[in-house]
């Protein structure tokens, strides 16, 4: 099977019919998710999402290094092949660079070749999906429920041998690992 990593340079880039079907799906669940749950927790509304850690633009700004607010608050994109994690093999857990929030473990990490940190699944209720329209092509968007940091795109069927075959493609500077079981 022709992986999208295999077609274009970057694998950020996905292959739309893929894609348009994953994020069908999710915003069917995310419509279908109660918000009563963070009735009494203090919210705010980011592009259709409920986060739970909320701060200022400016206060992300004095938080987090330039690369970082470059990425998780500017939904940027680290060159291929140059994050701490790419080829990062130890057990423990993934958390959010922003918040700290545990979002993948290592058990769920795989190889992809494409030059970022592959996970086939997030912790549950962690990772938040939405469609992503950028650079003319239709990608499904992950980023951190908890604080809304960017952390990269997710794709399906590209024939991984994974228990999910979906790829988490997610920015190593997005990530902070911990050797915790
Ligand atoms: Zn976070």
Redesign the pocket.
């Known amino acids: 099977m022709i992986r999208s990593h295999d077609l274009m340079s970057n694998c950020m880039v996905p292959i739309g019919v893929v894609l348009r079907n994953s994020c069908r799906t999710t915003y069917k669940s995310a419509i279908l998710t109660p918000r009563f749950s963070t009735a009494f927790r203090p919210v705010v509304q980011l592009r259709n999402m409920t986060t739970t ?1 909320q701060k200022s633009e400016d206060e992300w700004r004095a938080v987090l290094s330039r690369e970082q607010f470059r990425v998780l608050r500017q939904k940027g994109t680290e060159p291929a092949g140059t994050g701490e994690y790419d080829k990062h093999s130890e057990e423990g857990v993934y958390s ?6 545990p ?1 993948y473990k290592s058990s769920t990490k795989f190889n992809s070749g494409c030059g970022w940190p592959a996970f086939f699944d997030a912790i549950p209720g962690t990772v938040s999906r939405h469609e992503d329209r950028s650079f003319g092509t239709v990608r499904t968007e992950i980023v ?6 960017h952390l990269g795109h997710v794709f399906k069927g590209e024939g991984f041998k994974t228990p999910t075959d979906e790829r988490h493609c997610v920015n190593s500077i997005s990530l902070k690992f911990h050797d915790e079981k």
């Not at 959010?96 to 929030?101: H, K, P, R, S």
């Not at 951190?144 to 940091?149: E, H, M, N």
């Open positions: 850690t959010c660079a922003g918040c700290g929030t979002l951190c429920t908890a604080c809304g940091g």
